[in-house]
């Protein structure tokens, strides 16, 4: 069983920079796996925010974060990051990562991964 685990969550004024990081553990080939950042303000739906495929050779950006936010991975470290610049209040959100066994592919759609973690709070004050 994968377990994910989120961490690097916090509360950062507009303009600044928090870096997500999600450590992964159970499964011996976590890192042939894809990953992904979704993110779930208040009372709105999860969203896509960025995807990376098993070995880090191709990445996906939602719109709203391109240009500002970086993904990658370690895989020997069995984890991945996601870097966040000019943070701003609509940024604001519990920010999910997610593992799919399929790793050349780029999901944006919750239901095409199949582990994810618990969450970390990401606020932006304005």
């Known amino acids: 069983q994968v377990e994910l685990v989120e961490s690097g969550g916090g509360l950062v004024q507009a303009g600044g920079s928090l870096r997500l990081s999600c450590a992964s553990s159970g499964a011996d080939f976590i890192s042939t796996y894809a990953m992904g950042w979704f993110r779930q303000a208040s009372r709105k739906e999860r969203e896509f925010v960025a995807a990376?495929?098993?070995?880090?050779?191709?990445?996906a950006y939602a719109d709203s974060v391109k240009g500002r936010f970086t993904i990658s991975r370690n895989n020997a470290r069995n984890t991945m990051y996601l870097q966040m610049n000019s943070l701003k209040p609509e940024d604001m959100a519990v920010y999910y990562c997610?593992?799919?066994?399929?790793?050349?592919?780029?999901?944006?759609?919750?239901?095409?991964?199949?582990?994810w973690g618990q969450g970390t709070q990401v606020t932006v004050s304005s």
């Open positions: 990376i495929t098993w070995n880090g050779g191709r990445t």
């Open positions: 997610a593992a799919s066994r399929q790793g050349e592919r780029l999901w944006s759609t919750t239901n095409e991964y199949d582990y």
